[in-house]
């Protein structure tokens, strides 16, 4: 009979912040992978690799989709607001699940969006 509970997937609380967590990471990492193709650096080399990393555990192996190294917004104040509030999301999500290397990595990237942000502020500031 359609409609009863038996219709439906089951995943555990768990399994669903997993999925959010691995979501808010792909996306992190798409934004940096548009940041890099702005700036390339060894830093958001170094964070573009760790992301991944965490994508593809979450995930169970599967490798997380990638850009293909040109930036859709090339406004590099607004892709670090966007990096910025996915760090915060990914953030709160692996606090809720309680993974210690996804939280500390996504914190990791808040601050270093923070600081590009106030590094960008300055710099148009000085002009």
Same mark, same amino acid.
């Given at each position: 009979?359609?409609? %009863?509970? #038996?219709?439906?997937?089951?995943? #555990?609380?768990?399994? =669903?912040?997993?999925?959010?967590?691995?979501? &808010? $990471?792909? *996306? $992190?990492?798409?934004?940096?992978?548009?940041?890099?193709?702005?700036?390339? #650096?060894?830093?958001?080399? %170094? *964070?573009?690799?760790?992301?991944? =990393?965490? @994508?593809?555990? $979450?995930?169970?192996?599967?490798?997380?989709?990638?850009?293909?190294?040109?930036?859709?917004?090339?406004?590099? %104040?607004?892709? &670090?607001?966007?990096? &910025?509030?996915?760090?915060? !999301?990914?953030? @709160?999500?692996?606090?809720?699940?309680?993974?210690?290397? *996804?939280?500390?990595?996504? *914190?990791?990237?808040?601050?270093?969006?923070?600081?590009?942000?106030?590094?960008?502020?300055?710099? #148009?500031?000085? !002009?």
């Amino acid at each position: 009979m359609a409609g %009863t509970p #038996s219709d439906f997937p089951h995943r #555990s609380r768990e399994e =669903e912040l997993d999925i959010q967590l691995a979501g &808010h $990471l792909a *996306a $992190l990492l798409a934004v940096t992978d548009e940041l890099r193709a702005l700036a390339p #650096s060894a830093e958001l080399d %170094t *964070a573009s690799a760790r992301l991944a =990393e965490q @994508v593809t555990r $979450l995930r169970g192996g599967h490798a997380p989709a990638r850009t293909s190294g040109t930036a859709t917004d090339p406004c590099p %104040t607004a892709l &670090h607001h966007r990096a &910025h509030t996915l760090a915060g !999301r990914a953030l @709160v999500v692996a606090a809720s699940r309680a993974d210690t290397t *996804a939280a500390i990595l996504a *914190a990791e990237r808040m601050d270093a969006h923070t600081a590009a942000l106030r590094d960008l502020t300055e710099l #148009s500031a000085a !002009r």
